[in-house]
């Protein structure tokens, strides 16, 4: 079982930034496209940006221009870093694989609110 340890959420104002990392307890980044997820209460995992294995990204129109994902292999980690958050940002944060997600973290909070 694949395990995802998610940080760096909080709460922040609208127009803050914050930057979530992901680290993985295996060497899963390496043979993965890998991802970004959301959910709010009530709600699906909502895809907000992907990696393949060759550093190409893309994000969702909503967060485009103001998330970005990158990936550090050697340090198994992979990131999220958010700037211009606005309050429909808000929700817990998941990483895990671009195709078959599957072993879901605990996630990390993140909350945007004056």
């Not at 990696?51 to 340090?75: C, E, L």
């Not at 999220?80 to 694989?97: F, H, R, T, W």
Request: charged residues 20%; proline residues 4%; hydrophobic residues 35%.
């Amino acid at each position: 079982q694949v395990q995802w340890v998610e940080s760096g959420g909080g709460l922040v104002q609208p127009g803050g930034s914050l930057r979530l990392s992901c680290v993985t307890s295996e060497r899963i980044l390496d043979d993965n496209a890998m991802a970004w997820y959301r959910q709010t209460p009530g709600k699906e995992h909502e895809l907000v940006a992907g990696i393949t294995i060759s550093g190409s990204t893309a994000v969702v129109d909503s967060v485009k221009g103001r998330f970005t994902i990158s990936r550090d292999n050697a340090k198994k980690t992979l990131y999220l870093q958010m700037i211009g958050l606005k309050p429909e940002d808000s929700a817990v944060y998941y990483c895990n694989k671009l195709l078959g997600p599957s072993d879901w973290g605990q996630g990390t909070q993140v909350t945007v609110s004056s």
